[in-house]
């Protein structure tokens, strides 16, 4: 039988309720680089991307999404919170060109009474003030509930009066948020059960927080309850333990309930996370389900050794749905099937003895917990093995970097390749820069082609001092695939020139 699907739209906060994570800031241009991506490549229904009134900052960042977002037709998908307070976030909302306001109004009687400090009536009038001034200016209109989960536990006689004069209002969407993350998953399917049951026209939305660690189960039920929409957060940023994931509960959605389909691509989600993780400077947990640097990567032995035979390890989670790709773990507990699955990875074939010896210098290094990663494994190999398998055909015998003021940093190289010596003198943008271009200058001489650079990154190992060291991990391109060294030392440039030497006796 077919399954008639339904669409759950999909209204991302990473802009608003995410950067109220404490200590996240973004600035007007990440916003809109944000946004973009998100409602161009993530393909979200919807986005929210400030709170109004806030500061000068916020208002020329939703000034620019709206304009971009009025240009490229999507300013019906930018959203603003805005608050119950007459004609203020209306005007705010105006010159700053957003069209669509998701009023924040008050979803239990203990916010209203100990924060307003208004009755239900009084609150009533002033919020159908706001949302009558708001439709006469052509805005578009959504309604929070806010604390509407202790709303429901408590004061449940509230919420439905509240919604019963809401059913009347010219409000588009309902939205109904755990604003302190406090439900369990049984209590949102017999809340959003009964609220749907009463109101079955009303497109109500679902806003999960994280508090319990509930967040995406929260957000499955509200979805099989029947909320036509929820809200999340790229990294599950927010407040406290911030908002439910984006990732996670698009992957949960996909694959548990068949009957619903949502707009988001799948495969952009990885690079909108690392992206948001770049500007906010809020790290990704390395077990962070989809997006965490770990979370594909299989450590024992035995899990590798089922998957070389027959998949036996893989589920539907798989991270090429992510554009990530699954990976082998290299220590104690790897076996000779992690070791070979690597090995297939760089391109190396190894006998079955001499696997085995290299296996078993693996598992004493992670014994003596040393961190092994792929491009380790090569110079383990050549140690192991003490063969020439990896000889050391480049040698850099000498060089001179040079950093002046107002001047191009220079380079002098002198560099052995295959028993031939150069010296060869280059400037660049930066002192790595002048490196590469003066050891390019050699290779151009060897008619050899140099494999591209596809990304560099640069780190400090944790517990690192001021004197620490400067790790360099630079990814090449080579054909089809990516091979990846890495260089250590005091000195940022060093630990790049370290990485670029392997990678030219790996050539
Ligand atoms: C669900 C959520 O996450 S809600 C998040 C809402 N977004 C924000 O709070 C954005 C950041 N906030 C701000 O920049 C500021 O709090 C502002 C600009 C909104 C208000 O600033 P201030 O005028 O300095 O007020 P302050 O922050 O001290 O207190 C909040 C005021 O809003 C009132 N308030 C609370 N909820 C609402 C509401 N839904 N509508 C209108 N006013 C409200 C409070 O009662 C308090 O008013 P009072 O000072 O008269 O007692």
């Known amino acids: 039988m077919p399954v008639t699907q339904r669409h759950v739209e999909i209204m991302d906060t990473t802009l608003r309720d995410g950067e109220q994570t404490s200590g996240v800031s973004f600035s007007p241009s990440e916003k809109l680089t944000i946004a973009q991506l998100l409602l161009t490549e993530v393909k979200v229904d919807r986005i929210e991307i400030a709170s109004a009134r806030v500061s000068d900052g916020e208002f020329a ?78 805005l578009e209109c959504n309604v929070y509930l806010e604390d509407w989960s202790n709303g ?9 009066q509240y919604l019963d004069f809401l059913q009347h209002q010219p409000v588009k969407r309902i939205m109904l948020p755990d ?5 369990t998953p049984d209590e949102v399917t017999e809340f959003i059960t009964a609220i749907v049951a009463r109101y079955p026209d009303i497109h109500f939305d679902f806003h999960a ?13 509200g979805v099989k309850a029947g909320a036509r929409g929820i809200h999340l957060t790229i990294n599950g940023m927010g407040e406290r333990a911030g908002n439910a994931s984006l990732a996670s509960a698009i992957a949960v959605l996909h694959d548990f309930l068949p009957a619903v389909k949502t707009s988001v691509v799948e495969t952009s989600l990885y690079t909108v996370s690392k992206l948001v993780e770049t500007f906010s400077g809020f790290r990704i947990a390395v077990n962070k389900p989809i997006v965490g640097e770990n979370v594909f990567t299989q450590t024992a032995g035995i899990h590798a050794d089922g998957d070389k035979k027959n998949k036996l390890y893989f589920s ?58 792929q491009a380790d494994l090569p110079y383990i190999i050549s140690d ?63 008619k050899t082609e140099l494999p591209p650079l596809a990304d560099y990154a640069v780190r400090i190992p944790p517990g690192g001092k001021s004197d620490a060291l400067c790790e360099t991990i630079i990814t090449w391109v080579r054909g089809t695939k990516e091979f990846k060294t890495r260089g250590l030392d005091s000195d940022q440039t060093v630990s790049a020139i370290k990485a670029t030497l392997k990678m030219l006796n790996l050539i």
Not at 152 to 160: G, I, L, N
Not at 179 to 183: F, N, S
Not at 324 to 351: H, V, W
Not at 415 to 422: M, T, W
Request: proline share 2%; charged share 25%; net charge neutral.
């Open 61 to 138: 960042a939703v000034q620019s999404i709206t304009q971009w977002a009025k240009a490229n037709g999507f300013l019906n998908k930018v959203e603003v919170l805005t608050f119950v307070d007459g004609d203020v976030s209306v005007e705010w909302m105006l010159r700053a060109g957003a069209k669509v306001m998701n009023l924040l109004t008050k979803g239990s009687l203990n916010h209203l009474t100990h924060q307003l400090k208004k009755t239900p009536e009084e609150h009533f009038a002033e919020v159908a003030a706001v949302i009558s001034l708001a439709n006469t200016k052509g």
């Open 384 to 446: 192991v093995l003490d063969s020439n398998r990896i000889e050391e055909h480049v040698i850099l015998e000498n060089y001179v970097l040079t950093h002046a003021k107002n001047m191009n940093p220079s380079v002098t190289i002198r560099i052995v390749v295959k028993g031939q010596l150069f010296e060869e003198h280059a400037q660049g943008d930066g002192q790595y820069d002048a490196f590469m271009n003066a050891v390019k200058k050699v290779y151009k001489q060897l």
């Open 316 to 373: 539907d989670l798989m991270p090429e749905r992510f554009g990530r790709q699954r990976k082998y773990a290299l220590g104690k507990t790897s076996g000779k099937a992690n070791i070979e699955n690597n090995l297939q990875q760089l391109g190396i074939k190894l006998s079955d003895p001499d696997l085995k010896k290299v296996t078993q210098r693996i598992i004493e290094l992670g014994d003596r917990k040393e961190v092994l990663t």
């Open 209 to 221: 927080h994280n508090d319990y660690d509930l967040g995406t189960a929260n957000v499955l039920e």
């Open 179 to 183: 604003t302190l993350g406090v439900l």
């Open 152 to 160: 429901m536990r408590h004061s449940r006689e509230y919420v439905f």
